[in-house]
């Protein structure tokens, strides 16, 4: 297992155990589990992910740190757009939809005022980082 994997289990595990908070560097960032489907694979995969509310929805940015590749849960959730959400002790389905601009840009600013790590993420790399709107389905 990667170090990485490492990493996100050891978040996850946190997360349920907490009811949805964990402790450390992510202890006044709010974060969720969203499941997507592998864009290859078709396996399911778990990612916490830092999020912010926009009126009755949830906002995600798939920053990898600043890294000049997208996340790996940003390919699947584009390739299969409903996912799974876990949100403290609920769980729910929603439909994730990549922002336009200038929404994008919009939603990345209120992110970035909320954790401002993520201007720097915006820093390191060239990329675009995505924004993405998950819409619950039920």
Known sequence: MSRTNDWNE????EFRENKGRVGGNFAQMPLL??????????????NPVAYL???DRLVIVASKGGSDNHPDWYYN???NPEVT????????????N???EPKRTELFAKMA????GFQEYEKK??????????????
Do not use: C, D, M, W
């Open 113 to 116: 005022t909320r954790n401002p």
């Open 77 to 79: 959730l584009k390739a």
């Open 125 to 138: 790399t060239a990329r675009r980082i995505p924004v993405v709107i998950l819409e619950r389905l039920n």
């Open 85 to 96: 959400v876990e949100l403290g002790t609920e769980t729910f389905k929603a439909r994730a």
């Open 33 to 46: 589990l969203v499941h997507t489907t592998g864009a290859k694979s078709g396996a399911e995969r778990i």
């Open 53 to 55: 509310e926009e009126e």
């Open 10 to 13: 050891r978040i996850i595990k």
């Open 98 to 100: 990549i922002t336009q």
